[in-house]
């Protein structure tokens, strides 16, 4: 096997606000695996305000791991990747794209016998004024997309309400509303936003708080469901958010738990406990978002996942995943089924 890392840097269409940071590109780089003949494809793309470490140190990481490839077994080449788990999962994805190509498979069927063959998808509203947040609801809404997920926390409380308000009364009742805080909001002042939202019928909060104690304490206590994001690292910290019994959906990021393998352990642990792991990307490349498309297909829940995040993207490293009628199609031919264009080789 042979590994080459093909830099990027991808500007967003325009900025993204979280409570945490605001994302105007993305930075990363494709991970190219050469199985004798045959590539697979992963991303590397660390979030800034979520990853640990930086995108230099990760890139050092994955070469250096394709460097002992000649000698070593895939899976013990892995093992030395996780803890730098973007890392580890820009290594993964692209041998699991290998792996599936050889089999014959699609990822998703390689991944689990029964995927999904369409992707419902939420679409993602992170503008920083509530004017152009409302604005990209009713693009979303024209779309076919009926899964709306608001970004909150980062403005004051009362615009966050104003927001959630005008957005159900743009919506209506047959849109679900998701909301995700990134852990804003102080235990105490999550608890009174959620019953304060209450009565909008808001399916579920990302994060409302910071920890998997606290969210699972204000989950003990909120009349809005909650989930576990960026509080959960790894699989380990995922069961440990199931296993409170307070949390009503697990949020996965492939790329961020630590490739496919990872997450598909992580969706086995929710199911297990009857709560919903809603997959998502991290605003990755269209490779990335692809290897988060098969892991939602895999997981076999039909409700919205967060991988439409595509055309939050000014430029991509390939043709993305297209989003028709509210879902994407999952490919069917083997392997990853996206591919970067000449000039991303």
């Known amino acids: 096997m042979s590994l080459d890392l093909i830099p990027y840097d991808l500007p967003?269409?325009?900025?993204?606000?979280?409570?945490?940071?605001?994302?105007?590109?993305?930075?990363?780089?494709?991970?190219?695996?050469?199985?004798?003949?045959?590539?697979?494809?992963?991303?590397?793309?660390?979030?800034?305000?979520?990853?640990?470490?930086?995108?230099?140190?990760?890139?050092?990481?994955?070469?250096?791991?394709?460097?002992?490839?000649?000698?070593?077994?895939?899976?013990?080449?892995?093992?030395?990747l996780v803890g730098a788990p973007e890392a580890r999962a820009a290594?993964?994805?692209?041998?699991?794209?290998?792996?599936?190509?050889?089999?014959?498979?699609?990822?998703?069927?390689?991944?689990?016998?029964?995927?999904?063959?369409?992707?419902?998808?939420?679409?993602?509203?992170?503008?920083?004024?509530v004017s152009t947040a409302l604005t990209n609801v009713y693009l979303a809404i024209a779309n076919g997309i009926e899964t709306i997920k608001l970004k909150v926390a980062h403005r004051r409380v009362e615009e966050d309400i104003a927001l959630v308000e005008s957005a159900r009364r743009a919506v209506g009742d047959k849109v679900e509303l998701r909301l995700d805080a990134n852990g804003g909001w102080r235990?105490?002042?999550?608890?009174e936003i959620l019953h304060r939202l209450a009565p909008l019928d808001i399916a579920v909060c990302e994060e409302p708080t910071a920890g998997i104690d606290q969210i699972a304490a204000v989950g003990a206590e909120s009349p809005i469901p909650v989930a576990v994001d960026e509080s959960a690292r790894t699989?380990?910290?995922?069961?440990?958010?199931?296993?409170?019994?307070?949390?009503?959906?697990?949020?996965?990021?492939?790329?961020?738990?630590?490739?496919?393998?990872?997450?598909?352990?992580?969706?086995?642990?929710?199911?297990?406990?009857?709560?919903?792991p809603i997959v998502t990307s991290m605003i990755d490349s269209a490779v990335g978002v692809a290897h988060a498309v098969h892991v939602a297909a895999a997981s076999g829940v039909t409700a919205a996942h967060g991988v439409a995040t595509s055309a939050l993207l000014a430029a991509d490293v390939a043709a993305p995943l297209p989003v028709e009628d509210g879902a994407i199609l999952v490919p069917s031919i083997p392997g990853l089924g996206v591919r970067p264009s000449a000039a991303a080789r």
Do not use: Y
């Not at 979280?18 to 590539?39: C, P, Q």
């Not at 991303?43 to 050092?60: A, N, T």
């Not at 390689?110 to 509203?125: D, G, K, S, Y």
């Not at 235990?187 to 608890?191: F, G, V």
């Open 187 to 191: 235990p105490d002042e999550a608890l």
């Open 12 to 80: 967003l269409r325009s900025p993204m606000a979280t409570s945490h940071a605001i994302v105007a590109d993305r930075r990363g780089a494709l991970v190219r695996l050469d199985d004798h003949g045959t590539i697979g494809w992963g991303d590397l793309c660390p979030m800034p305000g979520w990853s640990v470490q930086e995108f230099e140190s990760l890139h050092d990481q994955v070469d250096m791991a394709g460097l002992r490839l000649d000698e070593d077994m895939i899976g013990d080449v892995l093992d030395t």
């Open 91 to 129: 290594l993964a994805g692209a041998a699991a794209d290998v792996l599936a190509q050889e089999a014959g498979l699609s990822l998703a069927a390689h991944l689990a016998p029964e995927p999904l063959e369409r992707v419902a998808v939420n679409a993602t509203i992170g503008a920083a004024d």
């Open 235 to 276: 699989v380990d910290d995922l069961r440990r958010a199931i296993a409170t019994g307070t949390v009503g959906a697990v949020v996965i990021k492939p790329q961020a738990l630590g490739g496919p393998d990872f997450a598909m352990q992580a969706i086995a642990a929710a199911h297990s406990a009857g709560v919903t």
